[in-house]
Antibody, heavy 119, light 106 residues
């Protein structure tokens, strides 16, 4: 049974760095073809893909946010991480992690964690 | 980036009716398309991948079709549990999503 769960700070101030953790079970990020992706959803911009990290440690970022994003993983503890620097009120959203495959669609999603950026 | 235009933005249908949702890509995505269902307060759930392949456990009343830049999701015999928002996602290039279709019961 594949499960994922996101955790984050809930609220942070503008210009701070957001750190998110995705804890998963039922698969391994050391398995060929597996990836974990981060996607966010806000009322203003809908669903927006942020980044993927693959079993071989390849990393891909949304070009429009690339200079603010860092994705990483801890394979032995079944976790993936995302950092977003210089947070703004426009980054207020629900952040999801999801399992991906070699074809870049997402077959299992976490329940999401709401992040509010406010001074 | 590839833009995904989804229509309609909202839809009202009766139980038992057949519903079709469309998604148009700004360029050919060679069947690199997925459909998701999202119920209020929940995360998206995969329905269809590779434009027409049904994800494990998804009822057979859901089907996907299309090619090139034009794709559609069809729901046969609408059930009350199908009330949700539906999103398309292309993955021929880095992933982008359609704006969503909110499906309600008439």
């Amino acid at each position: 049974q594949v499960t994922l769960k996101e955790s984050g700070p809930g609220i942070l101030q503008p210009s701070q760095t957001l750190s998110l953790t995705c804890s998963f079970s039922g698969f391994s990020l050391s398995t060929y073809g597996m990836c974990v992706g981060w996607i966010r959803q806000s009322s203003g911009k809908g669903l927006e893909w942020l980044a993927n990290i693959w079993w071989n440690d390849d990393k891909y970022y949304n070009p429009s946010l690339k200079n603010r994003l860092t994705i990483s993983k801890d394979t032995s503890n079944n976790q993936a991480f995302l950092k977003i620097t210089n947070m703004d009120t426009a980054d207020t959203a629900t952040y999801y992690c999801a399992r991906g495959s070699s074809h870049w669609y997402f077959d299992f999603w976490g329940p999401g964690t709401m992040v509010t950026v406010s001074s | 980036d590839i833009q995904m235009t989804q229509s309609p933005a909202s839809l009202s249908a009766s139980l038992g009716e057949t519903v079709t949702i469309e998604c148009r890509a700004s360029e050919d995505i060679y069947n690199g398309l997925a459909w998701y269902q999202q119920k209020p307060g929940k995360s998206p759930q995969l329905l269809i991948y590779n434009a027409n392949s049904l994800h494990t456990g998804v009822p057979s009343r859901f089907s996907g079709s299309g090619s090139g830049t034009q794709y559609s999701l069809k729901i046969n015999s609408l059930q009350s549990e199908d009330v949700a928002s539906y999103f398309c996602q292309q993955y021929y290039d880095y992933p982008t999503f359609g704006g969503g279709t909110k499906l309600e019961l008439k």
